[in-house]
Structure formats: C-alpha cells, structure tokens
C-alpha cells in the first residue's frame, strides 16, 4: 500500500496545506489539498474519495477537484463515508448554493460525482477499508486500511476515543499509526471540547495502543507549529514522527 501526504496541517497558510492522503495514486482518504497538490491529469485518475467528517479543512479542494474532472472520465467519481457524512455533504456542499450538485451534472444518469454510503467497510481492488467513529464532531470516523501486506490505521481528527483503538488492537500485521495533535498543552481545554490531541493527551492516549508500530503525526495547528514541535519532540517516544508533504510510504 503506497500513502501520498498531499497535505497535513491543522489550517492555512502560505506553504501549508490541510489533511488528504493519497493512496495507491487512485483514493484519497480526505480532500483537503488533492486539488492543490496534483495535476489534473493525476485528479482525473481519482475513482474514490473517502471522506473522515465534512469539516471545511477537509472538503475544501473536492470542489475544485470535481469541476477540473468535470467531462474528463468514463465513469463518475465516487464519494464514500458513513451515512451522516455522506448527508452533510449533500446537504452543505453540493447544494446548488456553496457549489453546483456535480450528482446532476451533466445529468442524473451520467452524473460527475456519485455518493457510496458505507456502514462499516469497503473494498477497492485488494484493499479494504473499515471505519470506525472517533471522539470528533459531525460524525467523524477514522480508518483501518488493510491489503495482502499489512494494515494501517489513519485516526482522522479525534481526541481521545475507544473503538479505533480497539480494532486497531484486533488487526494483525499493522504497519503503522498515522494520527493526530492539533493543539498545545495549554489548550488543553480548547482541544478536549473540539475533539483533538494536545501532545498530553495523546500521550495518556498511548496507553490504549497495544501494537509497537510506527506512529506519524498530522494536523498541527499552523499558529502553535513550532510549540507543538517542540512539545513533540519532548514526549521522547521512539517511533514518533511529525509528517512533512508530499512524505510517501510504502507499506
Ligand atoms: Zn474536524
Ligand atoms: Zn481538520
């Protein structure tokens, strides 16, 4: 399994860019700067866009995305999540005012954009993909992507939580931990009522996580960066890394 970080900061700013992976050159896992980050020739070999939770930094560039492969592919680009997720979307995206609803365009039987509500997993090719809710708003999910070669577990934004965790500990061959830290420690307040890690919670959070995999941060909030990596960086915990841009894994 090949993970593209197309962006992983908590927010904006010039050089930064929010939260999407991009896997095996055909998914992503969010779409926070697939539109910034790669050509339109790359956009338009996009089949599945998984979606965590429909906050702003997240969605933003699936806009753009869906109007640059509008009229380019033989088959609609399929936007996946849990059911609620899925809702939002429809409902605050692509509702003819934020954005034209690319599920009638050019039209209802030839649409650009097609919506895939999933329960808890599926399957794309030799991967499959599970979700599980996590500690964070507009029904958040997190997720454990598993092919022939092992697992990874990608959080999406949460603060502290259970079920990912749990199955996480129940998938064998895990490669590795991707997860969050937005805020410092003295926002301690500010990240528990908005679902996110402070580098402290994160480490109590540790406790919950059996398996000795790689772990690799995202989502830092770009006005506590360099707080945040130091704050990082003083947890001493082997086997941390904050991840960087365009950073690629082969798992
Ligand atoms: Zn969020
Ligand atoms: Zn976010």
Redesign the pocket.
Known sequence: MKIRVLGGD?GIAPGLR??SFLINDRILIDA?ASATALSISRQESIDYVIISHP?I??VKDLPFMVDNIFGAREKPMCIVSVPPVIGHIKKHLFNDILWPDFAKIPSKSNPTIVYKAVKERIKIDDLTIRMYSVNHPCNAVGFILEDANGAVTITG?TGPTELIWQKTNATKRLKAIFTEI?FPIEQEAVANISGHFTPKTFREELRKIHANVPMYIY?LKPRFNQTLLNEIHDLKIDNLTVVEQEDEFIF
């Open positions: 908590g929010t939260t926070g906050h930094d997240h934004e937005s989502h």
